[in-house]
Antibody, heavy 119, light 110 residues
Framework: QVQLQESGPGLVKPSETLSLTCAVS?????????WGWIRQPPGKGLEWIGS???????YYNPSLKSRVTISVDTSKNQFSLKLSSVTAADTAVYYC????????????WGQGTLVTVSS | QSALTQPASVSGSPGQSITISCTGT?????????VSWYQQHPGKAPKLMIY???KRPSGVSNRFSGSKSGNTASLTISGLQAEDEADYYC??????????FGGGTKLTVL
């Protein structure tokens, strides 16, 4: 059974960098598929942040591209998100997920982690 | 890259059928048969219900079906049940390896 688990600080100060990691079990990232990050501000809808292919190619939401970096560590079977220069508008539940068939088909999700941006 | 347009809310009685629309543009929904639909219960992660426009992942009830006409994709739920009450999101490939979500629709089972 494929499982994903997000981890990282729940509180980040404005202007700092948000860093999250998604640990994957039950499937080897190096075997294939896209691995992505999606966020959901409290009471609002879903927003795709970006994805990384198992080979390391990255794809980012144009509206966040200047601040986002997604990387993969196949030795630890995990992938990571960095979002720089955060503001209160970046407060959200952050999910990691796998795209099995093509990018929009996110078939396995983590439980999500709330990140609050506040001083 | 703008969000896809969904109705804010829909409702139906148990046993009825409802349809949720998802309107995009010729750059996303209209150009690719790569629309997926997600069900999200409060406090839970989204669950994939439909992918590639009309395909159901293993384990998803055949009461859920997807279709597309032009720039609009649709999710139909037949034989509505109480447990179908949730938020539903569409998602489409938008070219250049980008993805866009809809704003979400709250389904109420009366």
């Amino acid at each position: 059974q494929v499982q994903l688990q997000e981890s990282g600080p729940g509180l980040v100060k404005p202007s700092e960098t948000l860093s999250l990691t998604c640990a994957v079990s039950g499937y080897s990232i190096s075997s294939g598929y896209y691995w992505g990050w999606i966020r959901q501000p409290p009471g609002k809808g879903l927003e795709w942040i970006g994805s990384i292919y198992h080979s390391g190619s990255t794809y980012y939401n144009p509206s966040l591209k200047s601040r986002v970096t997604i990387s993969v560590d196949t030795s630890k079977n995990q992938f990571s998100l960095k979002l720089s220069s955060v503001t209160a508008a970046d407060t959200a539940v952050y999910y990691c997920a796998r795209s099995r068939w093509e990018l929009p088909s996110l078939d396995y999700w983590g439980q999500g982690t709330l990140v609050t941006v506040s001083s | 890259q703008s969000a896809l347009t969904q109705p804010a809310s829909v409702s139906g009685s148990p046993g009825q059928s409802i349809t949720i629309s998802c309107t995009g543009t010729s750059s996303d929904v209209g150009s690719y048969n790569l629309v997926s639909w997600y069900q999200q219960h409060p406090g839970k992660a989204p669950k994939l219900m439909i992918y590639e426009g009309s395909k159901r992942p293993s384990g998803v009830s055949n009461r859920f079906s997807g279709s597309k006409s032009g720039n609009t994709a649709s999710l139909t739920i037949s034989g509505l049940q109480a447990e179908d009450e949730a938020d539903y999101y569409c998602c489409s490939y938008a070219g250049s390896s980008h993805v866009v979500f809809g704003g979400g629709t709250k389904l109420t089972v009366l």
